[in-house]
């Protein structure tokens, strides 16, 4: 309780009233936060432009006990990416990237690796765009592993079996609950992983975004990357029990008709 100082990634804004904003973010100390911006609509709000969406700010908040929205009292820059804004399909991206921050990640529950993993993606957006289709397979990857939701790739989350002999490369399956399974274990709703989608999902484990993406291009892999981009949509929805907003016109900016 009381006044807390955090770095933190505004994830989204709502007008409040004529002169308010609350504001969504991602905090170091206290994860996914709602907090009132008083008077951020004016013209000269101290707050200025750092309340933008996908802003890294250093904030200070103020908590009442019984209070479901904190106070900010004070937002400052470290890193912005609003060079991103003219760019529709990163737009849309990002907004469907923030979309599964607040979905997933338990309110008020810090999580270092989970904001670690989303400014190194950020990162990954802001320098090669290209790369954008691919990094959001990477963040969804991370989101769902983070969250619980999806067991490691790499061995059976029934028997262990480990997959990366080559021998059971082509038996691997993922249930609707997020569990790689192997064939004998997977029961009747899994679907079955190719052997190239299932050394994508075990290297993104290890590899940082940019690196993870690059390899994809090098080995040429569009359609085993359209087989892990399935996988993962397919266990967001069951995880959430629908389909994201975004998630669709995410998808018909990057894989247009």
């Known amino acids: 309780m009381g006044l807390i100082e955090s770095e933190g990634l505004i994830l989204r804004t709502h007008k409040l009233g004529e ?26 709000s101290r707050f ?8 890294f700010v250093q904030l200070s908040l103020f908590e009442r ?23 529709p399909q990163v737009m849309a991206s990002l907004e469907y990237l923030s979309e599964l921050i607040i979905e997933f990640a338990p309110p008020h529950a810090p999580d270092t690796k989970l904001i670690r993993m989303v400014r190194a993606c950020l990162e990954a957006i802001s320098a ?9 397979c990477y963040f969804e990857f991370w989101v769902l592993k983070l969250s619980g939701v999806l067991s490691p790739p790499d061995r059976c989350a029934i028997c262990g079996v480990n997959f990366a002999a080559a021998k059971h490369r082509a038996r691997a399956c993922v249930s609707r609950d997020g569990a790689f399974k192997c064939h004998d274990c997977r029961g009747y709703d899994g679907l079955v992983v190719s052997g190239k989608a299932l050394e994508r999902l075990i290297a993104m484990q290890v590899m940082a975004p940019v ?47």
């Open 19 to 44: 002169a308010d904003k609350i504001v969504v973010c991602l905090t170091h100390k206290c994860g996914v936060i709602r907090g009132v911006a008083r008077g951020a609509r004016r013209l000269k």
């Open 48 to 55: 200025g432009a750092s309340l933008e969406p996908f802003t």
């Open 65 to 87: 006990e019984g209070r479901e929205l904190m106070s900010l009292r004070r937002a400052e820059i470290e890193r912005s990416y609003f060079h991103l804004a003219g760019n």
């Open 128 to 136: 090669q765009p290209v790369l954008l289709p691919k990094i959001i």
């Open 211 to 257: 690196t993870w993406s690059e390899a994809g291009d090098r080995d040429g892999l569009n359609e085993v990357g359209l087989e892990v981009s399935k996988i993962l949509k397919r266990n967001i929805a069951n995880a959430l029990d629908r389909t994201p907003r975004g998630q669709a016109e995410t998808f018909a900016h990057i894989h247009p008709a």
